[in-house]
Structure formats: C-alpha cells, structure tokens
C-alpha cells in the first residue's frame, strides 16, 4: 500500500476518484454501445470481434471504477457507480455517448476514441500511483490491438467504394465535433499532472493528431478543421443520449432495488 | 448479390512450441483482415500466439483413400478445404 | 435441438443389398463408424440432408443470438453483462464453425443465408418466443441450452467429419452455458418474492417450447430413419425429450420451482417421469411463421444483412485495389 501512501500524499481523493470515474465511464459508455450491436453486425467475423472489444471495455470498467469505489472509500462497489449514479454524475466524453448510427460511423467513433484511449493509456504507465499504472498496463494491450483494429478498417472503408468512401467522410464530420473534448482541462486536471497522476489532456494533443492525420490520410478522408469543439461530459454535462441510455442500462438495478443478481 | 468475401483456412500454434494446426475457416476480403479475425474469433485473444492463413483456394489436397469417382460439388474452391481439428488440452483455450 | 424435421428426400431406407457399390461401400463404412470427409463420395441426399441440418443449426445459433442480445444493455450487474455478451459471442462463433462446416459440402455461406432470409431454410422454432424479464436469460440458459445440449453431444460422433468436428469444439466451449444460465436463477430464486415469481413466470413460458425443441414424434418417420442410417442423428426425438423431462424436473425442484404440467409424475416402471403433451399446432405455428417474435427475428436479421452490404463490399473493394497496386508495383 505504499503507492497508496504516496497518492494520498501529493493529491486529495476527490480528484482521484473524479480521474478515475473519468476513465471508468468512458469505457462503461463504449461499452455499452458497442455492445448494442451484438447479433445485428454485418458480418460474423465483425460480430465477434466488436463483442471482444465491447467485453474489453466492460472489464476495464470494472477495474477503474473497482479503484473510484476504493478511493472513495464509501463502500460503493463497481456496480453501485455503474447502475445507480444519475447522468449528471457521469463523466465520461461525449463521444463515447454518441449513438451508433451506421457501422461507419460506429467504427470511425471507435477509431477516434482508440486512438486517444491508446495515448492516454501510455502515459498512465508511468504514474504515481501504481493502482493506475497497473490497470493501464492492462488495459493498454487490449487497447492498442483496438486502435489496430478500427484503424485498419477506417484506412480500407475510407478507401473503398465510393459509398464506403462517402459513409465514413460523413462519420468523421458528424463526429469531429466531439473530439476537442478529449483535450480539454477540467476541474482536477492541473492537480493531477501536478501530482504525477495523470499528465493534462491538452499534452495528448499533438500525437493524436498526428496518428489521425496519418491514419485519414491512408484512408483517403479529409481531416476537418477544428471548429466548435463540444464539451462538459467531463464535468457531467451530457447530451439527453445518456438519460436514455442509462434508463436501459439501470433498469433492474432501479426497478428492484437492493436485489441482488 | 454481391461477391462474398473468400474462405480462409486458419492456422494457430499454441504457447508450447507445438506445430501450426488447422482450427477452422472463416471469410475476410484480404489476409490481413483473415488475420484479424483468426485472432478474434479463434484465440479469443490468447497472448504469445502465431497464426497463419492460407486461402481455402489454395490448398491442393491429396485425393481421398477410398477409390471410386470423386464427389464433385458444384462449387470447387470450397469443398477442398480441410477443416475443424480438435485442440488438444494443452495447447489452452482458443 | 437446434434442427427440427430435417427433411431427407428419400421414399424409405435402403436395405444394403439394394444399393450399388458406391453406396453400398459408403454405408458400410458409416455403419463400421467411420467418418465421411468433403472430398469422398456421399450420395447426393446424404449431402443434401446435411447442408440441410447443419444449415438449420447455424441459423438457429445466430437467431439465438437475438432473444438474448437484447438483454447484454440491461444486465443488471457488469459481470452478468459481460458473461451474456461472452455467451452470445459464443453462439456468433458456433453459427461460423457451422456455416463453415456446410460449406464444405459446396455451399456458400451467403447462398445459406439467402436462404435463412427467404424463410426458405428454417430455424428452431424455440427463437421466436420473447425474453421479457432477466429471468428469461437464466430460463435459456437452463432449458434451451440444456436441451441443445442433448442433442449436440451425440452429434459429436455424427458421420460427416468436419460436421462432427465443429459439434466437439462447439460442446467444449458450451459447457459454461447452462451453468451461467442456472446460476442466474439460483440467485434469483434466493433473492425476493419478486425475483421468484420473476423465476417461476419464466419457466411458465419456457417450458412448453423447450420440450418442443426436439421435434415432434418421429418414431414413424422415414426422414428420422434415413437420418438415423447415415448417423447423423443419432437418437429419436421421444428419446432426447424424455431424457430431458428427468434430468430437467429435479433441476426445477432444488430451485423450488412448478413445473407447468398437471400431467407431470414419476413412472416406477420405466424409470423415468411420464408427461403432458406439448401443443402441436402452436410449434407447427411457430414453424410456418406465426410465432410470436417470428417477423421480428427474420427482420434483424435481413436488415443486419442489408445494413451490411456496403461494408463488405467495402472491404472487397480495398482488398482489390491493394491487389492491383502490388501487383502493378511488381511489374
């Protein structure tokens, strides 16, 4: 528990576990989306890869919000985080919350997350604390054959057809929008990259953008520019997506409470 | 219709040194992509794994012992193809 | 059982010294127990009969998909929702052992799911009854999985080699299925009254088409027979219900659960337990089409189909145009 020491040393536990909620609710959120298309994908061997991915991500949250629970040391479990916060507890992007749309759009979400999800993921190796790093280091293998994945198949769709080509410029320019976010400074995050915890978002930018450059470039698509950038997943402003999504999600856990499953 | 991705035989070696074995088939438009799928749908993502594919296409396979006329379905390419052998215990889960 | 009232083609069963020596030959080396391989000579309704069966057995694992799908966004722990989703991977995966095992038999798989989405090839009836509460997930488990599971051992000794091969890997991966699913109602039946009446509400509307899930009586059947010669099935209809009525019944009691069957009751004599007739005319219902998910399953299915076509052409499109690139680079 030396790790622990060190944390609680440097930083308070409210921005800790508002990191860690961070982390947990954007792959509960992926997760749950990509999951939406268990049974409905257009080919088998796409069925079961997106069901790895979706399986991934569900347990990654299990261990980021296992560690919020921890931290904040109320006796919350995992599930208590998953099933009975209210959207404006949530902090996840709000591009892990964006519909799914067609399979184009699905992926190319996929894509632009991964790529970030991947980045993030490196610098949280070297974290202070070693709960962190341990669960990135985990979660880093399984994310970066992710980012292979979606990157691959947003280089041969976008390079394609002329519709394969047409489906995924239009997905990159719905969703581009919604990618600043993952670069914005929130509440917590200064403390954090001062702490060793987490570097800022910001300091992720430049990579990102130069594998997606990289990546869109092969795939034939244009790059948007950087105009309007939503925000406020991050600090629990969501967009109504999430209320319907978490209706679903929290179904049982609400309609009966204190059961056990 | 439009055409279907081809067949690709699937190949894995386990962690313990153990020679490449036929696990099944599956359809990718390209080998990259047959490797991809291989990997999700025939490790499950077992680490330290090697797999090969190799077009159902292009296997020549020997003729049968029995003698007597071959059965010949209509479409050749496909009915060549080898497929599922078991997994011995030891090579783990795929 | 995943394939129901397979059809064989055949008037009846030859007796061997009907046969000419081709067939002959083949049913003596069946009959010896040894397997059948894609290239060896099968006769033309052995072949038949097969991409027939292992046809229906694919379409009903990635049907069987959907009943269950529909519940991996509202598991009620992130556990349970990742065991479904693993479990439903599973049954993708089994759909592609066997549409792969059928195309050994000169098939292709788009042409088998033209069929599926033509309703020209069928599909277990069981799939066309709702899931609508997570009692239900756990009642699959149990009871459709459990019943799948008896016919799909023997099958793992059928004839045709890559069938047989693709039922072992199948029924090893399988083997957590009822389990998860019996688990599921194990904790529910120790949980409130709700979740009990949740239970025993869903075993009320499972039970009837689990044991319809073996077909009809096909004591009197030619198809049975032939298939039965060919060894690729391997027990009778009646055979696999009863055997599941008596592994199933003392499952429902440690639960603490009714079975729906006032006609239900041990029978000394045969040692095994005499039941009620499930309703005949509703499975021939289902089947035709008018169960109560039947449109609703063909319908994700086709537009998952549909939805799909630019995707793979997609990829076929960049598979062809790298082609091309290396091929005029290494010119």
């Known amino acids: ?261 | 219709m439009s055409s279907e991705w081809p067949l690709w035989e699937v190949f894995i070696r386990g962690q313990h040194g153990l020679n490449h074995r036929h696990v099944g088939s599956l359809h990718a438009a390209d080998a990259e992509m047959a490797i991809h799928n291989a990997r999700d749908v025939y490790t499950r993502r077992n680490e330290g794994v090697s797999i090969w594919v190799v077009r159902s296409a292009d296997i020549t396979a020997s003729s049968p012992s029995e003698k007597g006329p071959l059965f010949e379905p209509s479409n050749s390419k496909v009915y060549r193809h080898p497929t599922f052998f078991d997994i011995p215990d030891e090579v783990g889960h795929m | 059982m995943y394939a129901q009232m397979v059809k064989s083609d055949v008037p009846r069963v030859k007796g061997l010294d009907e046969m000419g020596p081709e067939e002959r030959a083949f049913q003596e080396r069946i009959d010896a127990g040894q397997k059948i391989e894609p290239k060896e000579w099968m006769p033309e309704g052995y072949r038949k009969t097969l991409i027939r069966q292992i046809s229906q057995h694919a379409n009903s694992e990635i049907v069987g998909q959907l009943p269950e799908g529909n519940w991996i966004t509202r598991a009620p722990t992130l556990e349970r929702k990742a065991i479904l989703l693993a479990k439903v991977q599973d049954e993708a995966g089994h759909g592609l052992y066997l549409y792969c095992a059928a195309e050994t038999l000169g098939v292709s798989r788009d042409e088998l799911y033209e069929q599926l989405h033509s309703g020209k090839a069928k599909y277990s009836s069981i799939f066309n009854y709702p899931t609508l509460t997570w009692a239900d997930i756990g009642a699959i488990g149990w009871l459709v999985d459990g019943a799948a599971i008896m016919n799909q051992v023997p099958l793992q000794r059928c004839s045709y080699g890559p069938y047989s091969r693709a039922m072992i890997r199948i029924c090893k991966e399988e083997s957590f299925h009822q389990r998860q699913g019996y688990d599921i109602l194990m904790k529910m039946v120790k949980g409130t009254p709700a979740q009990k009446a949740m239970v025993q509400d869903a075993l009320n509307r499972w039970w009837w088409p689990s044991l319809m899930m073996f077909g009809p009586s096909d004591e009197a059947s030619v198809h049975s027979a032939q298939s039965m010669a060919w060894k690729i099935k391997q027990n009778s209809n009646d055979e696999l219900r009863q055997k599941f009525v008596d592994q199933t019944v003392p499952q429902a009691e440690y639960l603490g659960l009714t079975i729906p069957d006032p006609e239900l009751k041990w029978n000394e004599n045969k040692g095994g337990y005499d039941f009620g007739e499930p309703d005949w005319n509703e499975f021939f219902e289902v089947i035709a089409g008018n169960g109560p998910c039947n449109a609703e399953r063909l319908g994700a299915r086709r537009k998952a189909w549909e939805d799909g076509v630019w995707f793979r052409d997609g990829l076929t499109a960049h598979a062809e145009k790298v082609s091309a690139r290396s091929a005029a680079a290494a010119e």
């Open chain 1, 1 to 261: 528990m030396e790790a622990e020491t060190t944390t609680e040393a440097a930083i308070d536990r409210a921005a800790l576990f508002e990191f860690l909620l961070r982390m947990g609710d954007n792959t509960l959120m992926l997760g749950h989306r990509v999951s939406e298309w268990c049974g409905h994908a257009p080919a088998l061997e796409e069925d079961i890869a997106l069901a790895n991915t979706a399986l991934d991500l569900i347990g990654q949250t299990q261990l980021w919000l296992g560690l919020a629970g921890e931290v904040e040391d109320k006796g919350r479990s995992a599930d208590d985080l998953a099933y009975l916060r209210d959207v404006y507890e949530f902090r996840n992007l709000l591009l892990t919350e964006r519909p799914n749309g067609d399979f184009g759009k699905t992926l190319m979400r996929q894509f632009l997350f991964d790529a970030w999800h991947y980045l993030r993921l490196q610098t949280l190796l070297s974290s202070t604390d070693r709960r962190i790093a341990e669960i990135a280091e985990k979660a880093s293998k399984e994310v970066s054959y992710h980012l292979e994945r979606s990157r691959d198949l947003v280089i041969r769709l976008g390079d394609g057809t002329a519709e394969s080509h047409a489906r995924m410029q239009q997905a990159l320019d719905d969703l581009w929008p919604y990618t600043g976010e993952m670069f914005m400074t929130e509440a917590a995050d200064t403390a954090l990259s001062a702490a060793g915890v987490a570097p800022e978002p910001q300091s992720l930018k430049a990579e990102w953008d130069e594998l997606v450059a990289e990546t869109l470039s092969e795939a034939t698509l244009r790059k948007p520019t950087d105009g309007y950038m939503h925000g406020g997943g991050r600090r629990g402003m969501h967009s109504e997506h999430l209320g319907f999504v978490l209706a679903e999600m929290q179904f049982l856990q609400r309609a009966y409470p204190g059961a056990t499953w």
